[in-house]
C-alpha cells in the first residue's frame, strides 16, 4: 500500500513537470483611421516586429496575441502613401476583461493613427460689392472678385503651413484701405476660411477704409468635431468637408 501511493505521488510529479502548459491566448482588435472615425485601407501592423496583418476597407486587422497577462508588445504600423506613419511604437499590455454581459465584446482593441501627409484649405475672400479686384495667395493671384464682390479658392497643404491672402488695390480704384490682407495657419484638419473686407471710397477727405475682419466659416457637418480644453481664437477646424461644396 505504501508502494502504491509513493508510485502515484511520482507520477504526479512526473506530470506536472513534464508537460507545459498552453500560453493563454487574446483576441486584439486594430483599427486604423486617417481621421476619427474614417477608416482606412492598407495599414500594415506589426506586434514585437512581426506582422499581424494588413487592414481592409474597414480599417480593421483582428489577431491573437499569446503570452501570460501583463506580457507588453510593441505594436508599430506602416500607413500607406499619402499618410503619415507614427514616429515610433505603441505598447499594448495583454489583460483580461470580464462582461458585464455574456453578449459584451471583451476583447482588446487599439486604435492606429495615419493622419493624411495634406490636408484640404478652402477660402472666401467677400468684399462690399467690390467686382474684379484681385486676390493674391502668397504673393500669387488666386482669385479675383466677381460681380458680387465674392472671391473662392482652393488648395492643399502639411499641417502647419502659414497662409497669407492679400486683397490688392492699386492707387487708382480710389479704395482704402490699400491692399489688405491677412494670415492663417493651417492646423492638422481640412479647413476653410472666411476674409471679410469692407472698403471706403477715397474722397480726398483723408478719410480711412474699414479694418478687415477676419474669421472661419463652418460648413454643416454630420457631427460636431470634439473638443477638449479652451478655445482656440483662431480658425476652427473642420472635418471631412468638400471645400468645392461650400463656394
Known amino acids: 500500500m505504501r508502494s502504491m501511493s509513493r508510485l502515484l505521488v511520482l507520477l504526479t510529479l512526473v506530470t506536472a513537470c513534464g508537460v507545459d502548459a498552453p500560453a493563454p491566448r487574446y483576441a486584439v482588435a486594430f483599427y486604423a483611421e486617417a481621421d476619427p472615425d474614417e477608416p482606412l ?58 462582461g458585464l454581459s455574456p453578449d459584451a465584446s471583451t476583447g482588446l482593441s487599439m486604435t492606429l493613427a495615419c493622419p493624411p501627409s495634406l490636408r484640404h484649405v478652402g477660402f472666401v475672400v467677400r468684399t462690399n460689392q467690390r467686382p474684379g479686384l484681385v486676390v493674391n495667395l502668397d504673393g500669387h493671384e488666386a482669385a479675383r472678385t466677381d460681380s458680387a464682390g465674392v472671391a473662392h479658392f482652393a488648395t492643399e497643404a502639411a499641417p502647419g503651413t502659414t497662409f497669407h491672402v492679400q486683397i490688392v488695390t492699386d492707387e487708382g480704384s480710389g479704395l482704402r484701405p490699400r491692399r489688405p ?41 454630420h457631427r460636431p468635431p ?7 481664437t483662431g480658425p476652427q ?7 468645392i461644396n461650400h463656394f
Open 41 to 98: 485601407a492598407g495599414v500594415e501592423i506589426l506586434a514585437n516586429g512581426q506582422t499581424v496583418g494588413t487592414s481592409d476597407d474597414t480599417g480593421l486587422v483582428q489577431a491573437i496575441l499569446e503570452g501570460p497577462e501583463g506580457t507588453p508588445f510593441e505594436i508599430s504600423w506602416h500607413c500607406p502613401d499619402g499618410y503619415r506613419s507614427p514616429a515610433g511604437p505603441q505598447t499594448l499590455r495583454l489583460r483580461a476583461f470580464t
Open 237 to 243: 477646424q473642420i472635418r471631412r468637408v468638400p471645400m
Open 226 to 232: 470634439h473638443r477638449t480644453g479652451p478655445q482656440r
Open 181 to 221: 490682407s491677412s494670415t492663417f495657419a493651417l492646423g492638422d484638419a481640412d479647413e476653410y476660411y472666411v476674409f471679410d473686407q469692407s472698403f471706403d471710397t477715397d474722397t480726398g477727405t483723408g478719410g480711412r477704409g474699414s479694418r478687415p475682419r477676419t474669421h472661419t466659416s463652418r460648413p454643416p457637418a
